[in-house]
């Protein structure tokens, strides 16, 4: 009699199972039951049981547990002891833990066993029921066999918590072969016959078939070498991999699977380590198919290692996921290694998607991110998904920068901090090789975002599909953003070098805003420099600039009766300035003296009857190139000149031209 909590030990299997774990364990019992009476032969037969309502989409009632039976030693005295045993060591030489039978408890209500055995003197039943509360084995009756041959039939019903995830007799089989697989390839035992069938239909699926040379499912890869050594501190663990493809699987996605004791426990995508492995694969019909084929990867890898280190429940392993430093390998140091070997058995195609996946690479760069180019040739890539969007690209690249300017910085330190004058010497090329590139990169993208900005700009001056041109607001906003300023603007969010490269360095500016508060004049933008240039004798002059922006093809403001004249708007706003008027939204005090030079512009389209008033009505001289217009206004200290949207966009592009040539841009 046992005297267990058979409750709380089946509450504590947390590690790993799933509701295939109990199916798998019943069928492994069942071969070993078989392997102990016979070397060879045998036959596994397991029936699917079914819930009464039948969905109305598939025609199939959901399953509801299992019997599994088998030909083998069945439950004799020793057997049945072992089994009336937490822990029993009665089957670890074959990997046993004496606990599997727990897990069934965690899936299904019922786990009730009727065997046939041999006493040494005549065949015998025992009929018996796994318990719930403290006694492993409840109901037990022995009495005389109504056959004539030993066997064991295990009956698991009423599964609780959760459905059965497949339903189909050929799903539900295809994965029980893939966790049995070690079974069906052991070189050293022959697997028993394994049938799966349905419990109403009757309809079976062979297990072995999926692997015999006539419909086989599975085949086995020809690999140089599978054999692993990783390095732990007492000696170095051995681990061996096989490599198998799966035609029409269920998974599109490649795995690794760590076994032990013949058992897969853990799996994890190929593609975790190796991103081209996000696809199936594709093989054309060949040696007599008469159809094409997609297929996955799975490679099993073995090891005593595994076989120490797996878990009671067999869900997981005792060793870390991640740098084990206490058993010394840890599962992704193992399955790093077999991903390896799985690339490699299907080299030409994870060859073909690498190549794939750097070109895409490369048309970002040519096309969008020019200032990456020498950043990419020395990056790695194999991390990215088999397909990276242009964002992933980004993002890997972002991070490889950020990276290496920390190693650069952390690198300077450390030569600054050190009296090593040869050290200096040696280091000081190499790390100002370093920083060069990396500002080298911040140019090439500064300069390909001025290439952005002037399409952008050069189509808000385009007309719209109803002929209507862009408003003064959006032009506007595309120079520097309204009801805004330089205080509130980081130094990078304005395209002021569109009007005039001078203008990125400037002091102060102001856009489209009241300087002096509500009720005050507000020009389009204004710029107050700071204290940099100096003339004659080394008079500090200090320029202010005012420009006013006026729509394409807008040309109203040149009428007689208007009031938005943007000439006399320049002057009087000079005047104001210069009469001491006006403070920054900060208090800041605009600074003037009689020598303060003032610029202004207007950008408007030149029409000819803007031309005219211009000419007849402002006095104004015309440039050379006929795209604008000037005049000094010596009393004020004012130049103004009056520039076609035609003439900044092409003057812009000028300027910056012979660096777009230079990326290609």
């Not at 109305?56 to 009632?61: F, I, P």
């Not at 506007?476 to 980081?490: A, G, Q, T, Y």
């Not at 300087?515 to 004798?537: E, K």
């Not at 003296?593 to 803007?610: A, R, S």
Request: negative net charge.
């Amino acid at each position: 009699m046992s005297n267990i909590n058979i409750r709380r030990a089946v509450e504590n299997i947390r590690f790993g199972t799933t509701v295939y774990t109990p199916v798998v364990e019943l069928i492994v019992n069942a071969i070993q039951a078989i392997r102990a009476v016979s070397k060879t032969g045998g036959l596994v037969d397991v029936t699917v049981l079914r819930g009464s309502e039948v969905d109305l989409l598939d025609r199939l009632s959901p399953i509801e547990g299992f019997i599994v039976k088998d030909d083998g030693i069945g439950f004799n005295l020793e057997n049945r002891d072992s089994f009336d045993t937490l822990y029993t060591e009665l089957k670890a030489p074959d990997g046993g833990k004496g606990f599997g039978r727990f897990t069934c408890l965690k899936y299904f209500d019922h786990f009730a066993v009727k065997s046939v055995f041999n006493d040494g003197l005549c065949l015998k039943q025992r009929t018996f029921a796994l318990g719930t509360g403290k006694d492993i084995i409840t109901g037990e009756e022995v009495s005389d066999a109504d056959q004539a041959r030993t066997g064991s039939e295990v009956t698991i019903s009423g599964i609780k918590g959760v459905k059965f995830p497949e339903k189909g007799i050929d799903v539900v089989s295809r994965i029980l072969v893939e966790k049995l697989l070690p079974y069906f390839i052991n070189p050293n035992s022959e697997c028993p016959r394994i049938i799966i069938r349905d419990g109403i239909t009757g309809t079976p699926s062979v297990l072995n078939d999926y692997l015999s040379k006539e419909e086989r499912q599975i085949t086995e890869l020809s690999i140089d070498s599978g054999d692993i050594v990783l390095p732990r501190q007492e000696m170095p663990e051995n681990f061996s991999v096989r490599v198998f493809k799966f035609y029409s699987p269920k998974s599109n996605k490649s795995k690794i699977s760590l076994v032990a004791h013949q058992r897969e426990v853990t799996d994890v995508t190929i593609q975790t380590y190796v991103p081209e492995f996000a696809d199936e694969f594709y093989e054309p019909a060949h040696n007599g198919d008469t159809r094409d084929r997609n297929f996955i990867l799975k490679a099993y890898v073995f090891g005593s290692y595994l076989d120490d280190n797996v878990s009671v429940e067999r869900g997981g392993f005792v060793f870390q996921k991640d740098n084990d430093v206490l058993l010394g390998i840890s599962q992704t140091q193992i399955e790093e290694a077999a991903a390896v070997i799985a690339s490699k058995s299907v080299g030409q195609e994870i060859t073909a998607r690498q190549t794939h996946k750097q070109e895409r690479i490369h048309e970002y760069i040519e096309r969008e991110a020019p200032w990456h180019r020498n950043l990419s040739r020395e990056a790695d890539f194999s991390s990215l998904p088999m397909r990276p969007s242009p964002q992933e690209i980004e993002m890997h690249l972002q991070k490889e920068k950020i990276q290496r300017e920390i190693k650069t910085r952390a690198a300077v330190a450390q030569v600054l901090a050190s009296n090593n004058r040869a050290e200096l010497a040696d280091r000081v090329v190499e790390l100002v090789g370093s920083i060069s590139q990396a500002s080298q990169n911040d140019l090439i993208h500064y300069v390909s975002m001025r290439k952005c900005v002037l399409d952008l700009f050069e189509k808000a001056l385009e007309v719209d599909e109803n002929g209507v041109y862009s408003s003064e607001g959006e032009v506007h906003d595309i120079i520097m953003p309204r009801k805004r300023d330089s205080i509130e603007l980081n130094y990078d969010q304005h395209n002021l070098w569109i009007l005039d490269e001078r203008l990125n360095f400037a002091d102060y500016v102001t856009s489209d805003k009241n300087i002096d508060g509500a009720g005050s004049d507000r020009t389009d933008i204004t710029i107050f420099n700071r204290r940099i240039a100096f003339r004659g004798d080394n008079e500090p002059s200090n320029p202010i600039t005012i420009f006013e922006f006026k729509r394409p093809q807008r040309h109203d403001f040149a009428n007689q009766s208007s009031d938005e004249d943007p000439v006399d708007q320049i002057i009087r706003y000079v005047n104001e300035i210069r009469d001491g008027k006006y403070r920054t939204p900060k208090g800041r005090d605009i600074l003037v003296t009689e020598n303060t030079p003032f610029y202004g512009y207007v950008v408007c389209d030149l029409p000819k009857k803007i031309k005219d008033w211009l000419e007849r009505t402002k006095n104004f001289t015309p440039m050379p190139d006929g795209l604008g217009y000037f005049q000094w206004f010596g009393n004020i200290k004012l130049y103004i000149e009056v520039l076609g949207w035609e003439k900044v966009l092409r003057d812009a592009g000028m300027r910056n031209k012979v660096f777009f040539k230079q990326l290609g841009i």
